[in-house]
């Protein structure tokens, strides 16, 4: 066999390594790049079901202390201890809500809309805390009255929010910034605290 035969052998086995090791290499960077969106998405799920899951936690919790708080015995020797106790519920559930803005702000873009209506719940959710704390009642005596449906569309709305899928790129620091102080500004606090007369307790 020539030198030219040999080089020739040579030059062919070696292209053919390389061009295996550049598929294997391709396929490598390609399986990583993938494992590590799939990882991402994934953790992004579990912080937003564990979101969710909080959200649907201090949804319940507004409404078990909203029905003990107005049937509370105000003649009992231990009212001022019970007020107290499901003062402190209303307060921690209001907590969890408080958290909700901040991711909602951070992942995607709000539109106007969405914004409005998440000042509107957390405004909303602060009712409860309020009235017992000036130990008045939560009027809400009907499924119909305009309030309390106002306050269970805007949960809808944030609970759909929660739920739907996110963009992959989410907003820049000025726009998220910007959503939540929208979302946490006072301008929200006329609405609902000019709709709602609440009886003092006798």
Not at 141 to 157: D, I, L, N, R
């Amino acid at each position: 066999m020539s030198d030219w035969n040999v080089w020739h052998e040579a030059a062919k086995a070696g292209f053919a390594t390389l061009a295996s090791l550049l598929t294997v290499l391709l396929g490598w960077f390609v399986g990583q790049r993938l494992t590590f969106e799939w990882n991402v998405r994934q953790k992004r799920r579990e912080l937003q079901l564990a979101a969710t899951q909080q959200f649907y936690a201090a949804y319940g919790e507004f409404f078990v202390v909203w029905k003990l708080w107005n049937r509370l015995d105000h003649a009992g020797a231990s009212f001022e201890d019970r007020r107290w106790e499901l003062h402190k519920r209303s307060a921690a559930a209001e907590a969890i809500v408080e958290g909700i803005p901040v991711k909602l702000s951070s992942e995607p873009c709000l539109s106007d809309d969405q914004i409005c209506h998440l000042g509107r719940f957390r405004q909303a959710f602060q009712l409860l805390r309020e009235v017992i704390r000036e130990n008045q009642i939560l009027p809400w005596t009907s499924s119909e009255q305009s309030v309390y449906k106002c306050f269970k569309e805007v949960t809808v709305e944030m609970a759909a929010l929660l739920a739907s899928d996110w963009p992959k790129t989410p907003p820049t620091n000025e726009r998220a910034a910007n959503q939540l102080l929208t979302i946490t500004s006072d301008r929200w606090a006329g609405e609902w605290q000019t709709q709602v007369a609440g009886a003092s307790h006798s």
